[in-house]
């Protein structure tokens, strides 16, 4: 049996035996550690590997290294072995440049030398590297083949799927010769994009999320009627309570529209959260909160729309889009919200071909030498022009107000003020939006002297306030003028119950005006938008519930 390879580069002889020695102590029975003396002999050995078909499970890199640095290595070593997890060496002196450094590029952590005792400094970071690594597998991504046009919004809408919900895959464009092959192999033509080819042959033509789901193998099906708690939404909040409901014995199915992870999913990089001083890809820490929740022993639905939400009697159901329904004891409502549209002409009739919302990281190799443009002012939008800045030409940032300041995390503020190519345009909007088949040009408007003028654009990514979704909840629970959910203390009326409320206590903090459907996360009115609040609002939720069902 082929072992992985855990693959270490320094400069200093002596540091690069000791590493060596290090990792053979701990992963030697199941990985084969190689060692390098400079970063030219480890991309020649990372080139026969690959050639022998051995795969790479991590890769770390001394940063101070004579004509080429660790960064500089890992971005080519990254062509090579894209999945393999990555990690600087660095002396103490050199920690800012470092994390700078892994601001930008999509490096895993990084080491301070020396790291003794390995138990406590070297080990945790290299099993975290593992486990990112086992997550994510080494298998061919050949597997999965996905044809399109990248004008194609459909297209747009099946790629962006497939990444948020982390299926391995392998896209082909109807502009390559392998990708026309592949149309006439599945009997397809150019008008039938998107087309999907799983690895057993089945061909699904320009297929809806749920059949993606359904022929990749995500689960859409629950597997009982009746649970103890349903969690719809699964974005931080979702998450969060999925796994403290599971791990607390609760029956719980976690059901979720298109991906879990939310916006939160989307974020090239979280620096700001707990536990993840080097920052942690959005995609990294759902992928580990849902494996985290099914560990547990919660269930996870993807691509099902929930349309309805009633009570019967003590039960509280959910009714989806296709007719059915499921019951529970109680529900938690974690659906977040959703980027508001932007309101200029050309923007509708061009979203999926050029013009985006939220980040689409899919979208970034694609942006490679282009004039790229992102709407917003707040994290997210700062998050997505560090990522794109490393694909494009240049990113500029279109901020409608005065300033960052006020809508920015200041940490992100100056990586945006140390990048180069990143351009910040104040006081700016989008007037309108141009291009025949895809996107090709914005006009853009400064508010402060009416000027007007138009630019070439690749791709306008946008990140505008927030729209909670809940509109399908009708009047089945109460919602304040912009949509958000009412709950607990904000239900009160001079400090009196609701109307209507049907027991003898007050609504719990996070309990919505109908009892047994309670709210967490960016959906909850006057909620905290950040990941970490959400996160605890989920857990937190998990108790009341229990609280709930013990005075029923």
Same mark, same amino acid.
């Given at each position: ?53 051995e ?8 940063y ?19 999945l ?23 490096v895993?952590h ?16 290299v ?42 895959y392998r ?38 999320d ?39 014995g609760?029956?719980?199915v ?28 959005g ?43 499921l ?21 509708a ?19 490679e ?5 992102i ?49 910040? #345009?104040?006081?700016t909007? %989008? =007037?309108?939006?141009?291009? +025949?088949?895809? $996107?090709?040009?914005?006009? !853009?408007? *400064? /508010? ?12 306008l ?32 009326i ?16 996070l309990?919505?005006?109908l ?9 909850r009115?006057?909620?905290?938008? #950040?990941?970490?609040?959400a %996160? =605890?609002?989920?857990?937190? +939720?998990?108790? $009341?519930?229990?609280?709930? !069902?013990? *005075? /029923?």
């Open positions: 049996m082929i072992k992985p390879v855990l693959l270490t580069v320094d400069d200093d002889p002596g540091v690069s035996r000791a590493v060596a020695r290090d990792l053979r102590r701990r992963y030697g029975e199941n990985y084969r550690v190689v060692r390098a003396d400079s970063a030219a002999q480890a991309l020649e050995a990372l080139r026969e590997l690959k050639l022998r078909g795969p790479v499970a991590a890769m770390l890199a001394d101070r290294m004579p004509q080429m640095n660790g960064i500089e290595f890992l971005e080519e070593a990254m062509d090579i072995f894209p393999a997890r990555r990690a600087l060496l660095t002396a103490y002196a050199d920690t800012d440049a470092a994390i700078q450094a892994i601001n930008v590029v999509d895993d990084y080491l301070l030398k020396p790291w003794e005792p390995p138990e406590e400094k070297l080990y945790p970071v099993d975290a590297l593992i486990e990112m690594w086992r997550a994510l597998g080494d298998r061919p991504v050949e597997e999965t083949k996905l044809v399109g046009h990248r004008w194609s919004s459909e297209s747009y809408r099946a790629r962006d799927f497939l990444a948020r919900n982390s299926v391995p896209w082909y464009s109807v502009d390559e010769s392998e990708g026309r092959r592949l149309l006439d192999a599945a009997g397809a033509a150019v008008e039938d994009v998107p087309v999907l080819i799983t690895a057993e042959g089945a061909v699904l033509r320009n297929p809806s749920a059949e993606i789901a359904a022929a990749v193998g995500l689960s859409t099906e629950p597997a009982a009627d009746f649970y103890d708690l349903i969690v719809v939404g699964a974005g931080p909040a979702g998450l969060g309570a999925a796994v403290y409901g599971a791990s607390e609760l029956r719980t976690l059901v979720e529209r298109a991906a879990t992870g939310g916006q939160a999913g989307q974020s090239s990089r979280i620096e700001n959260y707990l536990g993840f001083p080097d920052g942690v890809s995609a990294q820490l759902t992928d580990r909160a849902r494996r985290q929740a099914q560990k547990f022993g919660a269930e996870v639905l993807s691509a099902r729309e929930v349309i309805g939400l009633q009570a019967r009697g003590s039960a509280r159901i959910v009714r989806f889009g296709d007719g059915t329904e019951t529970a004891h109680a529900i938690i409502l974690a659906t977040g919200v959703s980027y508001r549209t932007l309101e200029a002409p050309g923007i009739e061009l979203t999926g071909r050029g013009v985006y919302y939220g980040s689409a990281m899919t979208q970034g190799p694609s942006c030498g282009e004039d790229v443009y709407v917003g002012g707040a994290n997210s939008a700062g998050q997505a022009a560090v990522f794109f800045s490393r694909y494009a030409r240049t990113v500029t940032v279109l901020v409608r107000g005065a300033s960052l300041h006020s809508s920015m995390s200041h940490y992100l503020i100056k990586q945006l003020d140390g990048i180069d190519n990143i351009i910040v #345009r104040t006081s909007v %989008v =007037g309108a939006a141009h291009g +025949a088949e895809h $996107l090709e040009k914005l006009t !853009l408007c *400064d /508010r402060s002297s009416g000027e007007e003028n138009t630019v070439p654009a690749g791709s990514f946008i990140f505008i306030g927030a729209a909670p979704r809940t509109e399908w909840l009708g009047e089945a629970v109460r919602r304040d003028s912009r949509g958000f959910v009412l709950t607990g203390p904000d239900l009160l001079d400090g009196r119950r609701p109307p209507g409320w049907p027991v003898e206590r007050d609504p719990y903090y309990e919505s005006s009892p047994g459907v309670l709210v967490a996360g960016d959906a009115a006057e909620s905290v938008k #950040r990941v970490a609040s %996160v =605890g609002e989920g857990a937190m +939720a998990v108790t $009341l519930v229990h609280r709930y !069902l013990e *005075d /029923r």
